[in-house]
């Protein structure tokens, strides 16, 4: 029964702009709220964002077996925290992840009747374009980032299903297809 979506891919690809667009139209799905060891950015907020962990903290939930599934990140831990993804479980909502490739293999073997889509961008160029263009990360980390891109973009094919991010409307709409079709075969809608 597909419940947990995870949408996956490349930093910049527009993972979060199309799970914002998602849940403007499907408001029943809820977005788990990761926890990072990387330091917040401008505008970003504690529980809302991110749940931002110092790496001491970060590794004692790891040992306690607090995570679903954690992965670091161009140098930053990142992981889905068992209570929060089970918590809109519970209540009965259907779940969305925003994480990246190797956080997406730990949840393909744990949970493999969640539903994985992997966002493809249109071109290497317009990923980095889109990375410098939203001006959230300095030279260095937008570098780190697209050399971590060119081995996840090699992993695509292991996803189910890809959707390229060309035009942000039509993705929109793609994604919500395929999320109301899966919600409607698990019953849910
Ligand atoms: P950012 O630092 O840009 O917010 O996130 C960097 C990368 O980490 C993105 O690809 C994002 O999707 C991914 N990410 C965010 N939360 C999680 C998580 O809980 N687990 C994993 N594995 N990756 C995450």
Known sequence: MARVFVITGPSGVGKGTLIRRLRETIPELRVS???????PRAGEEHGRDYWFL???EFDRRVGEGDFVEHAEYAGRKYGTLREELERHLGEGAPVVLEIEVQGARQVRETMPEAVQ???????????????ESRGTDGADTIARRLEVSRVELESQHEFDHRLVNDDL??????????VREQLSSAGAV
């Open 169 to 178: 409307d039509a993705t929109a709409r793609q994604l919500e297809t395929l």
């Open 117 to 131: 889509v992997f966002v493809v961008p249109p071109s290497f160029d317009a990923l980095r374009e889109r990375l």
């Open 33 to 39: 709220v990761s926890a990072t060891t990387r330091p």
């Open 54 to 56: 110092d790496d001491a």
